[in-house]
């Protein structure tokens, strides 16, 4: 009995990394390579069969992606774009000082900010929370609230230990009501001085 179970959870997991979702998210280059990209703001390697990811580099988009790689390793084949805003906006990182971040949604809608090391992004298929959870398996919950005047800010302190300096930190915004729920672009930083 166990064995079709751990079976039937294998082949729905093994479908829902295989499915289409639709994220928020940014494609840039890969530096110092020719058409090498990877979705901003975490470590995940980006390709298209059907789209120049060089007309979209650094342009916020609903990005319809697959994963073509495995649940550990993903890689994300775009295979259609169409341009937005963006949802999801970190303040610097910069030791011992106070920084504004902002989660831009229509007033009333309730928004959670995660933070996690960028190292540790990934990607999670959520259709059911409008895209996908690119954060790692255990973010930090840095704030929650309700949108007012069509953004949520709240502030964050880098602590001031010199440990940190070059580590890059991604945040991604849930944001939604009783009914309906979205997930934001990812946004990274590196910390500074």
Known sequence: ??????????CILSAATTAQTTIRGKVEDVQGTANQFYL???IIPVVSNVLNLNLWQG???FLDVTNIGTSLSPVLRVDAAIPTV???DMGNLRLGQTKTWEVFAPTG???????DWTNNTGFTPLPGFGGGWLMGNQPFLLAGGITFGGVFQTT??????????????TSQALVGTQN???LSNVDSKVVEN
């Open 1 to 10: 009995m166990r064995f079709v179970t751990a079976l039937t959870a294998a």
């Open 40 to 42: 901003d703001g975490t």
């Open 59 to 61: 342009q916020h988009a």
């Open 86 to 88: 963006k949802m999801m």
């Open 109 to 115: 809608m309730s928004a959670f900010i995660f933070l």
């Open 156 to 169: 964050y302190t880098t602590p001031n230990n010199q440990a940190l300096l070059g580590l890059e930190i």
């Open 180 to 182: 309906t729920w979205e």
